[in-house]
């Protein structure tokens, strides 16, 4: 079992006998996201995903899903890897530790907890409080009144001002129920941590996963905080297939395709030439990154 003597009660086991260690990590980027309530059309843990692969992230710690999970809720699921084989995967919550652009990463992903939510943000506080953390980014997505043919767009808010002016978000102006995203944040601001929640608006009337789109723009987001460049790999011609999939199903509703299009009206009345024109200054500051520049 491992344990952080800064902040007692953490405890999780370690992904392998050599699995990296949180302490070695040096300015190191923060990239949160659970599945459930916060992760309409499963955008936000699609991102992670794909940011786990590109920085082959390997687990540094797994949560006891014995503490926070309810099984009746969150099933554990029965795999048969191979012939013969039987094993059953219990739903977790993992760190996971990786690379990009030449800059350490830690991943925390899992599914929202059911059970003690303030000693489960706890546990994770602490588990990062043996990092160099510079920045925390946590992911959401929420449905909303958008069409699925124009960007998604990605709110960037930040609570403590001080972040809020250094990263150049806004301050947050929800009021209302909140899930394990919003209290997580709370305690990494308590903890004094920055942090910065990026929230991508998905289409309601295609919320079921997967959101390939919704994901991209999460990760273009980081990008642009960050200051990192993040191999899409094939995201961006799954987004488009994406799109095309959803077309072709809102072609046989006219009801939909009439809605459809009401929303496109809207979005491009609201869409103003200085917005375009910061698209279009990030898109290029993001060309340059990925080209080294």
Not at 217 to 233: F, G, H, M, T
Not at 273 to 279: F, Q, R, V
Request: glycine share 6%; aromatic share 8%; net charge negative.
């Amino acid at each position: 079992m491992a344990s952080f003597s800064e902040e007692p009660g953490f405890s999780g086991e370690p992904g392998t006998p050599d699995a990296p260690s949180l302490r070695e990590l040096s300015d190191a980027l923060v990239v949160v996201a659970f599945g459930g309530w916060n992760d309409a059309g499963s955008a936000a843990t699609e991102a992670v995903s794909h940011l786990i692969e590109v920085s082959n992230a390997e687990v540094a710690y797994t949560l006891d899903s014995e503490d926070f999970y309810d099984f009746q809720v969150n099933r554990p699921t029965v795999l048969l890897p191979g012939p013969g084989e039987r094993t059953i995967s219990w739903p977790a919550t993992q760190l996971l530790v990786g690379h990009v652009d030449g800059r350490d990463l830690v991943i925390v992903t899992g599914p929202e907890p059911n059970l003690r939510w303030r000693t489960y943000a706890n546990r994770l506080v602490s588990a990062l409080r043996s990092v160099d953390v510079s920045l925390v980014m946590v992911l959401g997505a929420l449905m909303a009144d958008v069409p699925h043919t124009r960007p998604i767009a990605v709110s960037r808010t930040a609570i403590s001002p001080a972040t809020a002016h250094r990263y150049g978000v806004q301050a947050p102006e929800y009021e209302g129920p909140t899930g394990i995203v919003g209290v997580f944040s709370d305690y990494c601001v308590r903890a004094n941590f920055e942090v910065v929640s990026l929230w991508a608006t998905v289409p309601h009337y295609v919320a079921a996963p997967p959101n390939p789109k919704g994901a991209m723009s999460l990760l273009q987001r980081i990008e642009d905080l960050a200051e990192i460049a993040i191999d899409l790999d094939d995201l961006p011609e799954l987004a488009k297939a994406w799109e095309r999939g959803v077309a072709e199903l809102i072609e046989e509703d006219t009801e939909l395709a009439e809605y459809v299009a009401t929303l496109e009206s809207e979005s491009d009345e609201a869409e103003l030439p200085e917005a375009s024109g910061d698209a279009i200054a990030e898109e290029f500051q993001r060309y340059l990154r990925r080209r080294g520049k």
